[in-house]
């Protein structure tokens, strides 16, 4: 059974810095991608950032340039460094895995709050 587990989250101020893990039950080479997605108060779940086995990434427009999604393969964890974080980055973050388009694996959730 896989399982994701994400850790980092927390309270930050505008500005600061984050780093989100998601550590996975099984060797995240098994997955065709990985991503982040984050789900504020009576919003829908949106895309952060992703990453293809193959190592290419995705950013959503609104995090392009302040965050960047990386994976440890020894380590089965994939990482979201959040720098310059602002008010409008509060919401839960979910660690997605994914072995296609039907089969997809979801985390528990981290909340991430941006004091301004």
């Known amino acids: 059974q896989v399982q994701l587990v994400e850790s980092g989250g927390g309270l930050v101020q505008t500005g600061g810095s984050l780093r989100l893990s998601c550590a996975a039950s099984?060797?995240?080479?098994?997955?065709?991608?990985m991503g982040w997605y984050r789900q504020a108060p009576g919003k829908q779940r949106d895309l952060v950032a992703s990453?293809?086995?193959?190592?290419?990434?995705n950013y959503a427009n609104s995090v392009k340039g302040r965050f960047t999604i990386s994976i440890d393969n020894a380590k089965n964890t994939v990482y979201l460094q959040m720098n310059s974080v602002k008010p409008e980055d509060t919401a839960v973050y979910y660690c997605?895995?994914?072995?296609?388009?039907?089969?997809?694996?979801w985390g528990q959730g981290t909340q991430v709050t941006v004091s301004s």
């Open positions: 099984v060797s995240i080479s098994s997955f065709n991608s």
């Open positions: 997605n895995a994914a072995r296609n388009i039907h089969l997809q694996y």
């Open positions: 990453i293809t086995r193959g190592g290419s990434t």
